[in-house]
């Protein structure tokens, strides 16, 4: 007895997406990391501008397979999915390859044990040929009977899968037909120009496969009054906590869902505006928008790209925020437009006090972390114009500053050599005092005060440290520092530091990290006033000086530092 080996069906090629990259140099750069630890690689333009790097071909059963496995390995990205061949417009890796069109083998499953058969003539093996399910008028007839709407959404798909490429205008004219053609011919059926009720939902079906395995559903909150299409597979509801009902990641997948839901007017709108943009899950780069009675936030940072829209109608403000890991472009654009298309107001407002039992968190709004920024320093005012002095260790690589975590600042300069960065906000400020920097040099074991943000923001107004002056000079005779006997936080870095009558005697210095030398906790060192001075001199910058009058009051000291220390932010 033998057994009779089954034939091999052929079916279209799935690959194993890694990641997308925006421009083909970054592409490039990427898949030679991939290829020189991973086989079948391949690189592929997605439209778009974008260039995706994907394993295969493989058959479904493999392509899962290698999904799960290199995953599980940490040899690709969690958020790594399946797609198939007409999600790609061509491909530029492996240089002259071409793996648009190729088909895969699935093996059928083992058959039987059948009795050995006499020789036969040999026949030769049947073409597959796919049996359309209408017959041409039928399909017609079929097509007739769409709307306008469907005919679009149909060119929508085509256009999608890279065989359409003329206007949305639900009119099938020889360019529609030529399309339909095309993707029969590419997919294995007669080419008609008219797609069969059944091909119709084959190219439904491929356009919706980036959508595998995100649970698209839709979801009605009664709470928020809303009603719309979340991927439930990919996230879960967390907290409702007004004005905000946050839907978290419960998978690899680093997504997230917001819906927003407040009475209010056109004030209380815009200042959900301003709010949102202290959120952490709305990055500071993107384009903002805002209109009379709505909005649009766009941000986004090297990890992920968050979408919120918000309207007021009838005093009733919804919206959502949809937040979605980078260079997964295909399936966040297809999400969002399901999410913008499905949101419906239904009856119902969130409730002021939902939530109010929550546990609090200062790092918390409703529920969502508010952004912090990477470093927080201290500075002060030293002109009527709002210029500010801070350590050059507060600007380092900022895409953002900010003076008290309210204004703008941009940067006038930094002296690497004195450690000190000047910064101009960017709007007018008019201080309540700035630094009156002491004309002589201070007497040696004087008194002296560091005003900072010790706790970085997390106190409204500056802590005041008091120590005493050790030397005019640093360790090693350096005449533009002074050093002194005081203990500060790394948060009173760049803060002024006073003489007993409230003079400005010099700028508080960083720590010094990374070196083998540990001096005492006591032993800290200042910018001098004097080098200071000379140096905003040499920038064009006119400052107050004068001689330092008695002995003020600590409390009258402490007063003095609050109108004139500034938080200062890097983002």
Known sequence: MTTRAAFAQQEDAVWVQVEAQPSLAQANRQIINYANRLQDVNGFALGGGWYGIALGPYNRADAETVLRAYRRDGLIPRDAYITFTSSFESQFWPIGANLLNVRVETPAAEPLAQPEAQPAAQIAPETETIVPDETPREARASEAQLTRDEKKELQSWLKWAGFYNAAIDGSYGRG????????????????????????????????????????????????????????????????????????????????????????????????????????????????????????????????????????????????????????????????????????????????????????????????????????????????????????????????RITLDDEYDAELVGVNDQLGVAVLRPQTSLAPIAVASFRNSQPRLKSEVAVAGYSFGGVLSAPSVTFGTLSDLRGLEGEETLTRLALAPLPGDAGGPVFDTGGSVVGMLLPKADGTSRQLPGDVSFAASGDAIRALLTQEGITTDAGESLGIMAPEDLTALAGDMTVLVSCW
Request: hydrophobic share 40%; charged share 20%.
């Open 176 to 399: 529609t037909r030529a399309s339909m053609s095309a993707w029969q011919a590419a997919n294995g059926y007669e080419t008609t120009g008219v797609l069969t009720t059944a091909q119709r939902a084959a190219l439904k079906g491929q356009y919706n496969a980036v959508l595998d395995g995100l649970g698209l559903q839709s979801v009605s909150n009664f709470d928020a009054g809303i009603e719309m299409m979340i991927p439930t597979e990919v996230v879960s509801l967390k907290s409702a906590e007004y004005p905000f009902v946050t839907y978290t990641p419960t998978a690899d997948l680093d997504a997230q869902v917001v819906m927003i839901s407040q009475t209010g007017d056109q004030s209380t709108l815009f200042g959900l505006y301003d709010i949102m943009q202290t959120l952490d899950i709305v990055p500071l780069e993107g384009p903002r928008e805002r209109k009379d009675n709505s909005f649009v936030l766009v941000g986004e940072d090297a990890a992920r790209i968050s979408h919120t829209e918000v309207s007021l109608i009838r005093g009733e403000i919804k919206g959502f925020t949809l937040v979605w890991p980078s260079g997964d472009e295909e399936r966040r654009r297809r999400v969002l437009t399901e999410m913008r298309s499905s949101f419906n107001r239904i009856d119902g407002v969130l409730d002021p006090s939902a939530g109010s039992n929550a546990v609090q968190d200062i790092d918390l709004l409703a529920g969502l972390e508010i952004r912090k920024p990477k470093l927080s320093r201290s500075g002060f005012y030293i002109d009527n114009k709002g210029t500010v002095i801070t350590t050059a260790e507060a600007v380092g690589s900022c895409q």
